[in-house]
T-cell receptor, first 110, second 115 residues
Framework: GQNIDQPTEMTATEGAIVQINCTYQ??????LFWYQQHAGEAPTFLSY????GLEEKGRFSSFLSRSKGYSYLLLKELQMKDSASYLC???????????FGKGTKLSVIP | GAVVSQHPSRVICKSGTSVKIECRSL??????MFWYRQFPKQSLMLMAT?????????EQGVEKDKFLINHASLTLSTLTVTSAHPEDSSFYIC???????????FGPGTRLTVT
């Protein structure tokens, strides 16, 4: 089966850096996605990792270690608008389906 | 590019009635569309996967006779909640993908309230 774990909630200060971790167990692996979701809205794409290593995209970076079944999303120079839920989702083998974690609700405080 | 729309954005219906939700890919051909349900403070749960021109594949625990999915064209999929009950009240989100890409493009979601 598929299992995705990430912390339920995190709080960080405006301007700071926060790292949101995700561990996954899937039947095969075809990549890991991070999505941002504001309350009452659909998820928006942040990143996709399929190879080990760090991918940087502006203030957001995502890291993957396939051998450890581990990923993290790094948010730098936090802004109030970054307050949202961050969803980790993995793609198993032989399927295009995404299995989502329960999401990490990030609160950015002044 | 890669825009997905949903209609309606919000709907309120009475218990026992049926509601249809449309999902459209506006600027690409969606070979596969997915329907998710999200309850408050929970993550997205996949309900079904539909490929254009074929029957949808439902996840375990999702009643195919209650949640009717039609994917008649490469740009449109519909989800019909039949004989809706208050426990069906939820946020329904569709997504679409094309070709061999794993990325899914999400619609804005439909908030269903059954009274």
């Amino acid at each position: 089966g598929q299992n995705i774990d990430q912390p339920t909630e995190m709080t960080a200060t405006e301007g700071a850096i926060v790292q949101i971790n995700c561990t996954y167990q899937t039947s095969g692996f075809n990549g890991l996605f991070w999505y941002q979701q504001h309350a009452g809205e659909a998820p928006t794409f942040l990143s996709y990792n399929v190879l080990d290593g760090l991918e940087e995209k502006g203030r957001f970076s995502s890291f993957l270690s396939r051998s450890k079944g581990y990923s993290y999303l790094l948010l730098k120079e936090l802004q109030m608008k970054d307050s949202a839920s961050y969803l980790c989702a993995a793609v198993g083998a032989g399927s295009y389906q995404l299995t989502f974690g329960k999401g990490t609700k990030l609160s950015v405080i002044p | 590019g890669a825009v997905v729309s949903q209609h309606p954005s919000r709907v309120i219906c009475k218990s026992g009635t049926s509601v249809k939700i449309e999902c459209r890919s506006l600027d690409f051909q969606a070979t596969t569309m997915f329907w998710y349900r999200q309850f408050p403070k929970q993550s997205l749960m996949l309900m079904a996967t539909s490929n254009e021109g074929s029957k949808a594949t439902y996840e375990q625990g999702v009643e195919k006779d209650k949640f009717l999915i039609n994917h008649a064209s490469l740009t449109l999929s519909t989800l019909t909640v039949t004989s809706a009950h208050p426990e069906d009240s939820s946020f329904y989100i569709c997504s679409a993908k094309t070709g061999s890409s794993y990325e899914q493009y999400f619609g804005p979601g439909t908030r269903l309230t059954v009274t």
